[in-house]
């Protein structure tokens, strides 16, 4: 069979008006700020994943060749019952709201206003996504739903959830974050009993414990070490505002606007390395 691979690239600009769920965010206010390339930068990633044909078809791409893995896994025997392992923001739920509201209030991310936010349910379906979870829910596949979310945040994304029609296999399929950030000991948990063929995320983190290093090489490395899982039981969704990349881009610091600016016009570059 021929190898498929899903070719996620996205062009966004990087900052961090509103970075979410524990990515790093300035120690400084930002109201009033002259940093529009953090503070503005991803409503234009907003812009993108709103407005653009090519982020649904990207989601469509990823589910569509989800849903071609799953099918094979089915065909083959398992000791186990089959399970998938997905994340949920920016995997199969579109948050970039709560970035615009961040956005255009010149704000940045805030655990008490995402808590609040998420308490509403607004997320939506991203293309694709609901049709691959009912299938997969169909075909007597277990979901697990492995976010950072905090668990004050259980009843709110449960609604979610249920307002658009995602299976819910049990409240023990809906794992939110503990005292570790790391996703690896939930999905080992999860492998006792289970036997996952398939892992969706839009955050390296999602898939291994192979991606929780904290620096930008060692991340590139992992790909390269895992290059041959994705496309084929990792799958990969497109988000361009936020994600460990830019712990790892920052170094792990809550570094002030500033600063952060610098790193950015730093790192980019306006010709290819030789």
Sequence with gaps: MKKIFIFLGVAAICGACCSQKGTISSANPTQGSSHQLLTKGKL???FFQQQAAEYDALCLQAFNIARLRLDEALAQSSDKPIAIVSDIDETFMNTSYYAVQCGKEN???EKKSWEA????GEATPLAGSLDFFRYAAEKGVHIFYVTNRSTAEHDGTAANLKRYGFPIQGDDHLIFRNAERS???RRLEIAKRYNIVLLLGDNLADFDKDFDVPTTQGRFNAVTKNREAFGKRF???PNPSYGDWENAA???KPLPLE???????KVLKDKPSM
């Design 44 to 46: 234009y990633a907003a």
């Design 107 to 109: 704000k940045e991310y």
């Design 117 to 120: 936010w998420t308490a509403k």
């Design 183 to 185: 996703k690896e000991n």
């Design 235 to 237: 799958i990969v969704l």
């Design 250 to 252: 920052f170094g792990g």
């Design 259 to 265: 600063e952060r600016e610098a790193i950015i016009l």
